[in-house]
């Protein structure tokens, strides 16, 4: 009996958990995981929204060049064009150039 006794009175060490700290280290890397996934997330969908604009940009331009594609075929529009961007003139014309101050 006094062998037990003495067995007894010694503290008691604790034994690690190992399932708790497997689990709690299984939580970490999945809330880990979850929140690089919501990073990527966003990311992407800011991605989406300036490609998205630009696309709406490229055809409103698309259509500004449709239209101006179709006035080429018009001579009075193809004149203008050369007066006014190219300075052309027609024969015996004086250009008239303005210049700002």
Request: hydrophobic share 40%; aromatic share 8%; charged share 30%.
């Amino acid at each position: 009996m006094s062998r037990t006794r003495l067995h007894s009175a010694r503290p008691q060490r604790r034994q690690i958990n190992w399932f708790v700290i497997l689990m709690a280290l299984m939580f970490l890397l999945a809330a880990f995981k979850l929140g690089e996934q919501a990073f990527t997330y966003h990311d992407l969908s800011q991605d989406k929204v300036q490609a998205e604009a630009r696309l709406k940009a490229a055809q409103e331009e698309n259509v500004q060049l449709q239209q101006e594609k179709e006035q080429l075929v018009d001579p009075s529009y193809v004149e203008k064009l050369a007066r006014e961007d190219l300075g052309m003139t027609k024969d015996g014309e004086i250009p008239y150039i303005y210049q700002k101050k």
